[in-house]
């Protein structure tokens, strides 16, 4: 195990109507003047921001409302909320939705006090010095935003998608009900579960060894994902297993599953690709490009994808040819992904083979090489690619 540093400063309250206590919260970490962001009316017809709002009402807390967030948050809205903030003296960041809308409040949180263009710190140009204070109320478990120092926004400008991240970001608190994801369409549930897995995927296949307290947690979180994904897609209103999921969600992005252990994030990065080419959802990306990011790289430590498959999936283990054992682990994920209907292959998800050059161009390696559990060259991008895009069970 490596050295490490954890800094997990997020206050979460988590139970049903835990939403009624947002006020508070808000009034408890500084807030006096709060821009409130959700994406669309979903939030609004189903009464969740009428009570919020009087929520934050009860407290004497002056509420900004602005909405339109979409899936694959871009930078248009962003720049409308730093302005919005500056010109109305705005001092605190509320996220009512799920991780676009989380990451939209995290820029415009960054942006704020930032004199030069928020895009800096997506380019890589500038690190984040300051920020509004961020708070959230969860309805979606996916990205683990709620928890995480992370913001992904994509730029209109080029089709651009990028992420970056910071301690500051880290919201001050979380208010999570599982109630509230009960609603969802069993597709968006789907998505958000295969990112949550995703999630403990980047940080499972790693070149550190002798990590076993982490290797277990990421197991734990894969297995309650395994077992509680199905059972809410037939029956959406089980609460207790949304509360898994919804927690699950959360453990898997705080980095408590990847601390003193090197972490891989290409698929990720592979994705992005997709989602901001394509619009597809993110999730839906990842359950094509993940299972192909293992087929290619499998060779590279196959007793780590053995492992996998042994104690994720309950493969039977093949000793004489472990990598057997190990291919047989990346069928079975892409198999449960294809039961809970996921896209597995490009055809499936909407994107085209011969845009896989495009890809690899805004990808943006060139010549070099993105480091990992594997260091991938543009070549090796470009075949995983090809690899998902004629993926079959």
Known sequence: MENFQFYSPTEFVFGKDAEMQTGRYIKKYGGTRVLLVYGGGSAVRSGLIARVKKSLAAEGIACTEMGGVKPNPRDDLVYAGIEKCRAEHLDFLLAVGGGSVIDTSKAIAAGVPYPGDFWDFYAGKADIGAALPVGTVLTIAAAGSEGSGDSVITKMEGGLKRGTGSDLLRPRFSIMNPALTCSLPAYQTACGATDIMAHVFE????????????????????????RETPRVIAQPDL???????????????????????????????????????YDCAHGAGLAVIMPAWMEFVCTHNVMRFAQMAVRVWGCEMDFAQPENTARAGIRCFRQFLHSIGMPINFAELGAKEEDIPKLVETFGIGDGRTGGFVALSADDIAEIYRIAAHAAL
């Open 203 to 226: 940080r499972y296949f790693t070149n550190t060894t002798e990590v076993e307290i982490t290797d277990r947690l990421c197991e734990a979180v894969l297995l309650t994902m395994i």
């Open 239 to 277: 609460y207790d297993a949304r509360a898994n999921i919804m927690w699950a969600g959360t453990v898997a992005h705080t980095n408590i599953c990847g601390v003193g252990r090197a972490q891989d994030w290409n698929s990720h990065g592979i994705e992005h690709e997709l989602s901001a080419r």
